[in-house]
C-alpha cells in the first residue's frame, strides 16, 4: 500500500465527493475477515522466534482510519482508480494546479457565502445533479455487465481445454496393452518412461476402470499413486462429452475423484505427480487442485467453483471448506471414485474422526442421479494392526504369541475393520496385496550402528562422512531436529530441516532446496521428523538414518521406504543404544519380519547388517564433534533464551507487573532447573568466535587411515599410489572410497570384524 507523505502547506478545503465516487468508494470497502491475506516467508534459522509464528501481508489493498477505525479498500487499477483514491482521501498530498472549472466552482461558492448566488448558477447546479445521477445508474449497470462477462470469460477459458484433440504421437508401450488406456494417457507414461506398469498398477487399475471397490498393498515408492490416479483420469476422459454437455448449461460437474491423503506435503506431491502423468490429457484449467491446511482458504474457495476434476485433500481442510457450504458439499459428494492414500494412517483412532464427519455428510448431500456410492478405492504399504504399537519396554512381545501378519489375502481381520469403517459398494472389495510376504522393501538394506543414547552425534557424522550422498535423518523430537542442522552445517556438511513447526511454505521451501543440494553436491542431508515419513518421492535418497529409533513398527517401514524407489536400491540404518536394543529394536525386529509367516522368530539383530565402523577415524573425529555440538547447543539455548524472555515479558504485562524479575515466585522448580540448564550452555560472543576458530583449523587437518603411520607410502598400502589413482575417499586419506550398499553387500551377513 502506498504512503503519502503529508503536505507543510496550508490546508485548503476538502471537495465533496461525488455521488458516483461514493458508491464506488463503498463498493471498495472489504470486510477483514473475506480479505486475501498472503503468508510470508521467514528465513529458516528464525523458527518462531520471539513468538512470532508468521507474518501475513495483502495485495492491492488501501488502508483508512475513519472514526478511529480502520477501513480496507480494494484498488483498482488504471489512472481513473488513483484518481478516485486521491479524492477519498480528502486531498491529504499537496493541492495540484486548479482546472479553469475548479477556479469558477470557487467564485461561485464564494458568491454563495455572500448571498449573491443567480437563479443561472441555481438550474446550472440541478442539472449537474440530474447529470450525475443518470452517469451514476448507467455505471452501476456496466461494472454488473463487466463483471458478469469476466466471470463467464474466465469459466469458459477454464474449461477450453476440454477440446485438446487425441495426440498423434507414436505410442511404443507394449507391456501397458493389457491395461485399456486412452492415448492421451499412454502419451503421459511415455513421456515420464513409465514403460513397464509396476506389480500394484497391473492388478489393481483394470478393477478400479472395471468400477470395484479395491483395497490395495505394496511396498513404498511402488507405483500405488498411478494405480489409483490413471483410473480416475481415464473415467474422466470418458465423460468428456458429458462435462461438455454440463457446461454448454452453465453447470458445474462434480469431481472425477476426490483423493485424500493424511499429509500437505504428500497432497502437494500426488497433485504435482497426476499433472505430469496427464499433461496430454483434457483437463479444464487448474483441474487437478491441492485442499490442504497451510494456504490460503479463499483461494482455495475460488478453485473449488471452477469445479475441478480430481481434488487432492487432507481431511481437516476439506471438512472446514464443506461444512460452511451445502453447496460444495452436494456438489463433492457425488463424486465418481473417493481414495484413500495411506489408509492406514487415515484410519487410526484419533485420526478418523474428520475423514468420517465428510464421509456422512457426503452420504447425506449426494445427489443420486450419480448413483447411491461412490467407488472406494484404498492403498497403503501397512494394514497390520500390530504395526502401530509402541516400541517400548512395557509392550514386550509374548513368545507364545503369533504376531499377525501384515498381508491381505485371508486377513479376516484388516477386512473387517475396513468394511466397518468405510461405505464400500461392493459387498466384497477386490484385494491386491504386491506385497504378501514382506513390508520392507526388497530393495532396501537394513543395516545397524551400535553406538550410546549420548554418541549419536559422532556416528551420524562418521557415517555421512564416510559414505557420501543424499540422506534422509529421522528424529523424534522437533527440538533435536532443529538442534542436528546447525551441528552439522558447521561441521561443512548442507542440512536442511522439515518439522511440522515449520509452516506449510517453508517445510516446501526447504524440500526445494534439498532437492537442489542434492543436484549440486556429492553430499546433502535433510533432516526430518516423522512428518516426512509417508508420502515424500524425493529421488534419488541414497540413504534413510533413524537418528532415533520410531516409536512403532509402521513408522519405520514409511520411513525406509523413502529410499529405493521406482526399482532402485538404498540402505536403512540405525543408531541403537544398548539400553534400546534389548527391547524396543528387538520387538521392532520381530513385527517387521513377521509380515510372512505367523511363526516367524527372529533373534533381535541377527537379521540386520552390522555396519563397519573403523574405531581409529572416530577417534580422529571426537573433537570436531565436539566443538561443534558446543556451538548447536549454544545456538538453540540463545533461541530458547529470547523466546523465555519475550514470554515473560509480555506475562509481566498482562499481570501489571512492573519488575519482571518478580515473576520468579510464579515459576517452579522445573522452570527454573531449565532456564539454567539453557544459561549454562550460552556462549559468549568471544568464546563464539574462539570456537569457530578452533572448528576451523580442526576441520583443516586431512582425516587419515592408519594416521599413526609416518609416511604415506609405509605399510601395506600404498596411500599416494590411491591418491593419484584416484581410488581414496575425498574424506580420508588412505580409506577406499566405497558406497554404504556395496559394503553391506560384500558382507553378506557376516559379522564385523573386531579391531
Same mark, same amino acid.
Given at each position: %500500500?502506498?504512503?503519502?507523505?503529508? *503536505? ?17 468508494? /463503498? ?8 480479505? $486475501? ?51 477519498? !482521501?480528502?486531498?491529504?498530498? %499537496? ?30 447546479? !440541478? ?26 470469460? +474466465? ?100 469431481? *472425477? ?13 500426488? =497433485? ?7 499433461? &496430454?490429457?483434457?483437463?479444464?484449467? $487448474? ?6 491446511? #497451510? ?7 475460488? +478453485? ?11 481431511? #481437516? ?30 484410519? !487410526? ?5 474428520? @475423514? ?22 484404498? @492403498? ?16 514386550? !512381545? ?13 486377513? /479376516? ?52 562422512? %564416510? ?6 535423518? &529421522? ?5 533435536? =531436529?532443529?538442534?542436528? =542442522? ?10 536442511? *530441516? ?19 543440494? /542434492? ?11 516423522? =512428518? ?50 534389548? #527391547?524396543? @529394536? ?78 520468579? %515466585? @510464579? ?76 559394503? +553391506? ?11
Amino acid at each position: %500500500m502506498a504512503l503519502r507523505k503529508k *503536505s507543510s502547506f496550508k490546508s485548503h478545503p476538502k471537495k465533496a465527493p461525488t455521488l458516483k465516487q461514493k458508491h464506488r468508494r /463503498t463498493d471498495k470497502i472489504i470486510k477483514a475477515d473475506a480479505l $486475501n491475506w498472503k503468508p510470508v516467508e521467514l528465513p529458516d534459522h528464525m523458527d518462531d522466534y520471539g513468538g512470532l509464528y508468521g507474518i501475513e501481508e495483502l495485495e492491492g489493498v488501501d488502508v483508512k482510519m475513519v472514526n478511529g477505525k480502520a477501513e480496507f479498500i480494494s484498488k483498482e487499477s488504471g489512472d481513473e482508480a488513483e484518481d478516485d483514491n486521491d479524492e477519498f !482521501q480528502g486531498f491529504d498530498d %499537496m493541492p495540484e494546479p486548479q482546472t479553469k472549472k475548479q477556479r469558477t466552482d470557487k467564485k461561485e461558492n464564494e458568491k454563495d457565502k455572500k448571498g449573491e448566488k443567480t437563479s443561472q448558477s441555481k438550474e446550472k447546479t !440541478q442539472k449537474e445533479k440530474k447529470t450525475e445521477t443518470k452517469d451514476d445508474k448507467a455505471a452501476n449497470k456496466q461494472d454488473q455487465k463487466d463483471d458478469k462477462s469476466n466471470s463467464e470469460e +474466465l469459466m469458459a477459458n477454464a474449461f477450453a481445454a476440454l477440446d485438446i484433440p487425441l495426440p498423434d504421437d507414436e505410442i511404443d508401450l507394449p507391456h501397458w496393452e493389457d491395461i485399456s488406456l486412452s492415448p492421451y494417457l499412454l502419451n503421459g507414461l511415455q513421456s515420464l518412461g513409465f514403460k513397464t506398469p509396476t506389480a500394484i498398477q497391473k492388478s489393481a487399475i483394470p478393477l478400479a476402470l472395471e468400477g470395484k471397490d479395491v483395497i490395495g498393498k505394496a511396498t513404498t515408492g511402488s507405483g500405488k499413486t498411478l494405480a489409483y490416479g490413471l483410473p480416475i483420469l481415464e473415467k474422466h476422459i470418458q465423460k468428456l462429452t458429458e462435462l461438455k454437455e454440463s457446461r454448454s448449461k452453465k453447470i458445474i460437474p462434480p469431481p *472425477s475423484g476426490i483423493i485424500f491423503a493424511p499429509t500437505r506435503e504428500l497432497a502437494h506431491q500426488v =497433485v504435482d505427480h497426476l499433472n505430469k502423468i496427464s499433461k &496430454f490429457a483434457p483437463l479444464p484449467q $487448474n483441474g487437478i487442485v491441492s485442499i490442504t491446511g #497451510g494456504l490460503s482458504i479463499q483461494k482455495q474457495e475460488r +478453485l473449488l467453483e471452477y469445479g475441478p476434476s480430481i481434488i487432492v485433500a487432507t481431511p #481437516g481442510r476439506l471438512l472446514e471448506l464443506i461444512e460452511k457450504n451445502g453447496d460444495l458439499a452436494k456438489r463433492l459428494g457425488s463424486t465418481d471414485t473417493i481414495v484413500l492414500d495411506e489408509a492406514d494412517r487415515l484410519l !487410526q483412532d484419533g485420526h478418523f474422526e474428520e @475423514f468420517e464427519k465428510i464421509l456422512e455428510l457426503f452420504y447425506k448431500q449426494r445427489d443420486h442421479a450419480h448413483g447411491y456410492k461412490w467407488q472406494t478405492l484404498v @492403498f497403503s504399504a501397512t494394514f497390520s494392526k500390530d504395526l502401530f504399537g509402541k516400541l517400548d519396554k512395557k509392550g514386550k !512381545q509374548k513368545d507364545n504369541k503369533a504376531v499377525t501378519s501384515g498381508g491381505l489375502i485371508g486377513n /479376516t481381520e484388516i477386512l473387517e475393520l475396513l468394511q466397518k469403517k468405510l461405505r464400500f459398494r461392493d459387498p466384497k472389495p477386490s484385494l491386491c496385496d504386491a506385497n504378501p510376504k514382506e513390508i520392507v522393501s526388497g530393495q532396501v538394506t537394513e543395516a545397524l550402528v551400535e553406538c550410546g543414547a549420548s554418541e549419536r552425534d559422532l556416528y551420524l557424522y562418521y557415517f555421512l562422512l %564416510m559414505y557420501p550422498g543424499s540422506t534422509l535423518v &529421522f528424529a523424534n523430537a522437533v527440538d533435536s =531436529v532443529k538442534r542436528l =542442522v546447525p551441528f552439522l552445517e558447521s561441521l561443512k556438511i548442507p542440512a536442511f *530441516s522439515i518439522h511440522s513447526s515449520m509452516i506449510q511454505k517453508q517445510r516446501l521451501r526447504a524440500l526445494e532446496r534439498f532437492k537442489a543440494a /542434492t543436484e549440486n553436491s556429492k553430499t546433502a542431508v535433510l533432516i526430518a521428523t516423522d =512428518v516426512a515419513a509417508r508420502g515424500l518421492d524425493i529421488p534419488k535418497i541414497d540413504h534413510v538414518a533413524h537418528y532415533h529409533l520410531p516409536r512403532s513398527a509402521d513408522v519405520y517401514i514409511h520411513r525406509s521406504g523413502r529410499t529405493a524407489r521406482a526399482g532402485s536400491e538404498g540402505v536403512s540404518v540405525m543408531f541403537c543404544s544398548p539400553q534400546e536394543a534389548s #527391547g524396543p @529394536f528387538k520387538k521392532l525386529r520381530r513385527l517387521v519380519a513377521a509380515s510372512a509367516e505367523k511363526s516367524s522368530k527372529v533373534s533381535g539383530k541377527g537379521d540386520v547388517k552390522l555396519l563397519d565402523v573403523d574405531y581409529d577415524l572416530v577417534a580422529q573425529l571426537k573433537e570436531r564433534v565436539r566443538v561443534a555440538s558446543k556451538l548447536a547447543d549454544s545456538a538453540i539455548a540463545s533461541t530458547a533464551t529470547r523466546k523465555e524472555n519475550s514470554w515473560v515479558k509480555q506475562a509481566a504485562e498482562d499481570l501489571g507487573i512492573e519488575d519482571v524479575n518478580e515473576l520468579d %515466585m @510464579f515459576e517452579d522448580d522445573v522452570i527454573k532447573k531449565q532456564k539454567k540448564r539453557n544459561e549454562g550452555k550460552k556462549l559468549t560472543n568471544d568464546e563464539t568466535k574462539a570456537c569457530k576458530a578452533e572448528l576451523r583449523e580442526l576441520l583443516a587437518v586431512p582425516l587419515r587411515k592408519n594416521h599413526r603411520r609416518s609416511y604415506l607410502t609405509s605399510g601395506l598400502e600404498n596411500l599416494a599410489h590411491q591418491i593419484v589413482s584416484g581410488k581414496t575417499s575425498e574424506t580420508v586419506l588412505g580409506r577406499e572410497a566405497v558406497k554404504a550398499l556395496d559394503e +553391506l553387500k560384500s558382507k553378506k551377513g557376516k559379522k564385523r570384524k573386531q579391531k
